[in-house]
């Protein structure tokens, strides 16, 4: 497959850019035209409430937009000096590993910035979501002007993956468990492979003893659970002044317990279940840990009966820093609440985490918002939201949280060598 990949990259990565654009202009209208099955397909394989499938295949089709219309900004010859340009050329043979959780969105991410920038592509997506993916592929495969081979399909668990990436290629584009993220590290090492490392976090939100109760309540609830709790920029850390800590404490539980499930009969169900029996012990195992060393459970914690693996919004008060729960990425709709008195403190505990994707802080007072932002060490800092998660802005990580940025120009970019031509 990597042979067929280098003996296909010339074709096109020599193609003028206008050509490859309007080539994968057409991929727009395709997924228009089959937002059904796709919904349909990330439904049945991941559990997704239809309707939330239904908006990731919206969300797709913006972000094929977005790359669209924003490539030729991304790759447009830069001066430097009166004699020096900065040239942005296509950089190879791209392995693409997606994960499971955004099943398409993520293909999308991955694999239409890679090919406009003329690079050819090895698509590996998770074994949890291969159906999303044959069908993504198979439209691709519709495109009429797309060389054969410029992107091939692989199908596979781990040690496809590994395999994959021991291979002669040009960088891996991985989205996926910090675990995993370190091995392609190790994997890529002997050959020096380039990377790009979307991994996970631990992200914390800081209240402040003037936010909006009810706003932040709710906010709080969905930044937690959407997704069923398996998205990179979960929060998992709920860190509330003192002051207000019993009074949002109450209303949390009481979103929380609003949060609706969809069993296979409610389309418009706010979660479903967690992805597999591997995802359901971990969040049993982080619950199980936190109880054990005094934690409170305060709505949820046991896995709700009948088929599947649906868990319940959970939240858990009685703290300490011990518990795998405030540690280790649980990915499940779990809700940890620790009051703190002084914004040193809090400071002090958002940034005591190996992750460092996302924040949130939610108060009223913009300027101390912005002051403690510019203190947490992560990616993305959103004020009163979750999340942060923007077409056109730069999304990645800070300490073990990632390598590189994506969904912004310069995301676009790091899919190419960046050379310097002395005129």
């Given amino acids: 497959m990597v042979k067929k990949a280098r003996e296909t990259l010339p074709t096109w990565s020599e193609m003028k850019l206008e050509n490859r654009i ?35 295949v919206e969300d797709s089709i913006k972000e094929t ?58 698509l590996k997506p998770s074994e949890h979501s ?30 496809t993956g590994k395999a994959l990436v021991e291979q002669d ?5 991985f989205t996926g468990s910090l675990r995993a993220g370190k091995q392609i590290m190790r994997d890529s090492a002997e050959k020096l492979h380039k990377i790009i490392l979307e991994l996970g976090g631990k992200d914390p939100s800081i209240v402040l003893k003037d936010a909006d ?27 509330i002044q003192k002051e207000i800590f019993e009074s949002l404490t109450q209303k949390i539980v009481e979103e929380a317990k609003k949060v609706s499930i969809d069993h296979g009969d409610n389309k418009n169900a706010d ?43 959970t939240v858990i008060t ?33 940034n005591d985490s190996k992750y460092g994707l996302t924040a949130s802080i939610w108060t009223k007072d913009q300027k101390k918002a912005r002051e403690i932002a510019r203190k947490i060490v992560t990616g993305t800092v959103v004020i009163n939201d979750w999340g942060g998660y923007k077409m056109g802005c730069p999304w990645g990580g800070a300490k073990q949280s990632g390598i590189g940025r994506g969904n912004h120009i310069e995301g676009i970019r790091a899919l190419t060598n960046q050379k310097h031509l002395a005129l």
């Avoid at 059904?36 to 990731?56: M, Q, S």
């Avoid at 159906?131 to 081979?149: C, M, S, T």
């Avoid at 290629?169 to 584009?173: E, F, Q, R, W």
């Fill in 213 to 239: 109760l009810e706003t932040t309540a709710k906010g709080i609830v969905k930044g937690a659970t959407s997704n069923t709790g398996q998205v990179c920029c979960s929060i998992e850390r709920v860190y």
């Fill in 22 to 56: 309007e080539i994968m202009k057409k991929l727009v209208l395709l997924l228009e035209q089959n937002k059904p099955l796709l919904a349909k397909t990330i439904h049945e394989e991941v559990g997704k409430p239809f309707r939330k499938a239904e908006i990731e």
């Fill in 169 to 173: 290629i040009d960088l891996v584009y």
């Fill in 271 to 313: 979660i479903g279940p967690l992805i597999r029996a591997f995802q359901l012990k971990t969040v049993q195992e982080h619950i199980k840990d936190a109880e054990q060393k005094g934690a409170h459970i305060l709505t949820g914690g046991k896995r709700l009966e009948g088929k599947g693996y649906f868990f319940p919004p």
């Fill in 318 to 350: 009685n703290i300490t820093e011990e518990m795998l729960v405030l540690k280790e990425e649980t990915f499940g709709p779990v809700i940890p609440l620790i009051p703190f008195e002084t914004i040193e403190e809090v400071i002090q505990k958002a």
């Fill in 65 to 122: 937009k977005f790359f669209l219309e924003n490539v030729p900004i991304a790759l447009k010859e830069a001066v430097l000096k009166e004699k020096d340009v900065l040239c942005f050329e296509p950089i190879g043979v791209v392995t693409a590993i997606t994960p499971w959780n955004f099943p398409l969105e993520m293909l999308v991410v991955s694999v239409i910035p890679a090919l406009l920038a003329g690079n050819t592509v090895l």
């Fill in 130 to 159: 291969t159906l999303v993916a044959i069908e993504f592929f198979n439209l691709l495969e519709q495109l009429e002007g797309l060389p054969k081979n410029t992107i091939q399909l692989i199908v596979g668990g781990k040690e």
